[in-house]
Each structure stands twice: as structure tokens, then as C-alpha cells.
């Protein structure tokens, strides 16, 4: 198969879908993309991508969008990702995240696509007892969220034992920031990443911050987790890709993380310094289910793929998602001609 073998991305206009489509297509990939618009933006998808607006788990408009684009691989990001969410509603994340990535692995199956990569996290671990987390900690999700996302990795590996398909799942920790040209970002209302709520304070679009819990075991007794910049992660995607095509009997699963945590305090500070501010901070009790520190060993993905992170600080992943939370409102006022270059099939 050719190296440059088209791909299909799916949720590709979402937060880090649009930067996997933008990391592929820097790199000389052909990509199409299929998002149902539920939480994406059609602005996300660039001019002279092919658009397909539809359901990951429409058989007939899968089928149809591997012959026309002549798919040879998938980047599956479609799916529902608010973790308090899927404990209120966890149908919806059985049947978002589990039911119809089995109807998108079963017509890719059916269509012979031999590559797959999957958007995991480390949701799939649950509390576990020691960090930095290996790919061997034991996986046990305290929420339908990282229960939907461990399933599916479950399905990629029985699908992948007995039909010629190798896929590769990306298991993420704490994605922040933006494309550093500001072509992409997280555009979501009402999102509930700590980067995004600060971002959102610091330029007058919230009033505060608010901080869940002061009396963790770390150092300033806010949790810690391993905040990695997505344009990072989504070339960790590509070089997956290009790894599974080199070796198509070897399938993959690692982290995605740098292997360093920061507290909420300490990304809240850091905001104060890109933008020489004070954000508002509120104290409140701690949610259910977080752990004190979540941080990924980076060691596996490090030796298996030639991955060296560009945007591993802080402060660039700040200023980042900063300088896209100033551009976001002309995206969100009205899409330009260009922008609507290619409407959805």
C-alpha cells in the first residue's frame, strides 16, 4: 500500500480531530473527514477537505465514503467525551462511544481497510495506585466514560486477532492548548477542561475559576495531571499510522502524555504569566472520582515511534490556547465563502 494511502478521520470537526486533520495534511496525507456537526464546527474541516456530514455508525455512508476516497486507513475521534455526563447519561456513552465504534470497526472490516487508529484515554485506568501510569497499569474506570472508551480497545483487539486489520490506540492524558498557527482550537461552549475554563476567565468570558479541591496528597494540594499540547498528540497519530503501515501484523497501544504533571494551581498561575493578569479562583469541595495526580510514562511510545514533542511547556501551551480563544469569536461569528468551500455531502 502506498505510504500516502488516504484517510478517513472521524469526528475531524472536533477539538483534536481538526488537528489530527491538520497534522496529516502538513505531512502530505490525502484526508477526508465525517463528523454529524453535533459538537464540531464545519470551520474546523479546511478548505478542499472532503466533508461528509453523518453518523460514524451509517453503514451505507461509510461504505460509500471508502470507495470514493479510496480510504486505506481510519483516525476514529467521533464520540462523547464529558466524563460527569456519561454518569448521568451513560447510554449515551455506550451507544456514542462503544455501539457505534463497533458499526464503524465492522464496515471497515467489510470494506477491507486495514489500519485503524483509536482516540482512548486514560480514563480506561480509572484510580490507579501508582504514577506516572505504564500501559500495564491495570485498567479499572470508575465512570461509563472510560468503561465506553476500554471496550472498544477491547474490540480493536479481538477484530484485529481474526480479520487482517491492526490498529493502534492513543491513550490520552490531559490535551490543552491549540494549533500555534491558530488554525484550530477548542471551540466547544460550556467545556470543562481546566485550560479552556482559565482561557475563557483570563479573556472576560467567564468570571472565575473554579478550583475542586484543596486537600489532595501533591504539593500544593491541587491535583496534578500530565497536560500534553494536542498539535503534539495529533503528530504522535501520524507517526502511528506510518508505524502501523511499516508493520502491518503489529498492533499498538500507548499513552500519551510527557510524563509531568502540574497542579490546578500551577496551570492557573502560568495563565497569570502568559497574560500578566490575576484570574479569579473559587475554592470548592472535591468531585467525586478524581485522583490526586494522573501522569502518564511516556517511555513506550517514546522507543516505539521516532515522537519527540515540540510544544512540551507550559507556558507555550498556554499562550497558545490563549491566542485561539482571541480568534474564536470571528469563527464563531459567521463562516466566510472560503470556509464553506466544500459543503457537506
Known amino acids: 500500500m502506498d505510504r500516502k494511502t488516504p484517510v478517513l478521520v472521524t469526528g475531524g470537526a472536533g477539538y483534536i480531530g481538526s488537528h489530527a486533520v491538520l497534522a496529516l495534511l502538513d505531512a502530505g496525507w490525502p484526508v477526508a473527514v465525517i463528523d454529524d456537526l453535533s459538537t464540531g464546527f464545519r470551520f474546523a474541516v479546511p478548505p478542499g477537505v472532503p466533508f461528509y456530514r453523518g453518523d460514524v455508525a451509517d453503514a451505507d455512508l461509510l461504505a460509500r465514503i471508502f470507495e470514493e476516497q479510496r480510504i486505506g486507513a481510519v483516525m476514529h475521534f467521533a464520540g462523547s467525551v464529558v466524563v460527569p455526563e456519561s454518569v448521568a447519561d451513560p447510554l449515551k456513552y455506550y451507544d456514542n462511544n462503544t455501539a457505534k465504534s463497533r458499526a464503524l470497526i465492522a464496515a471497515v472490516v467489510a470494506a ?33 466514560y472510560g468503561w465506553s472508551k476500554l471496550m472498544t480497545e477491547r474490540m480493536l483487539a479481538d477484530t ?49 475559576v473554579d478550583v475542586f479541591g484543596t486537600d489532595y496528597a501533591t504539593p500544593d494540594g ?95 501551551i498556554v499562550s497558545h490556547a490563549l491566542q485561539w480563544e482571541r480568534v474564536l469569536g470571528e469563527h464563531l461569528g459567521g463562516e466566510s465563502p472560503a470556509l464553506r468551500a466544500r459543503p457537506a455531502a
Open 112 to 144: 477491507g481497510v486495514p489500519h485503524m487508529i483509536f482516540s482512548s484515554t486514560a480514563a480506561t485506568y480509572g484510580m490507579p495506585d501508582v504514577s506516572p501510569v505504564r500501559e500495564d497499569t491495570p485498567q479499572h474506570p470508575i465512570n461509563p
Open 160 to 208: 484485529a486477532a481474526a480479520h487482517p486489520l491492526n490498529y493502534c490506540a492513543l491513550r490520552y492524558f490531559n490535551v490543552a492548548g491549540a494549533d500555534p498557527q491558530a488554525r484550530s482550537g477548542q471551540s466547544t461552549a460550556g467545556a470543562t477542561h481546566l485550560l479552556k475554563v482559565a482561557c475563557e476567565a483570563a479573556t472576560g468570558k467567564r468570571s472565575h
Open 222 to 316: 491541587t491535583g496534578v495531571r500530565d497536560y500534553i499540547h494536542v498539535s503534539d498528540l495529533a503528530e504522535a497519530h501520524v507517526l502511528a499510522l506510518e508505524a502501523l503501515i511499516a508493520e502491518p501484523a503489529r498492533s499498538l497501544t500507548m499513552n500519551c502524555g510527557y510524563g509531568r504533571g502540574f497542579s490546578v494551581r500551577e496551570v492557573l498561575d502560568a495563565v497569570d504569566r502568559v497574560t500578566g493578569g490575576t484570574i479569579e479562583r473559587r475554592h470548592g469541595p472535591r468531585r467525586a472520582g478524581d485522583p490526586d495526580s494522573l501522569v502518564a510514562d511516556p517511555a513506550l511510545i517514546r522507543a516505539t515511534l521516532p515522537w519527540r514533542p515540540r510544544h512540551a511547556d507550559l507556558e507555550r
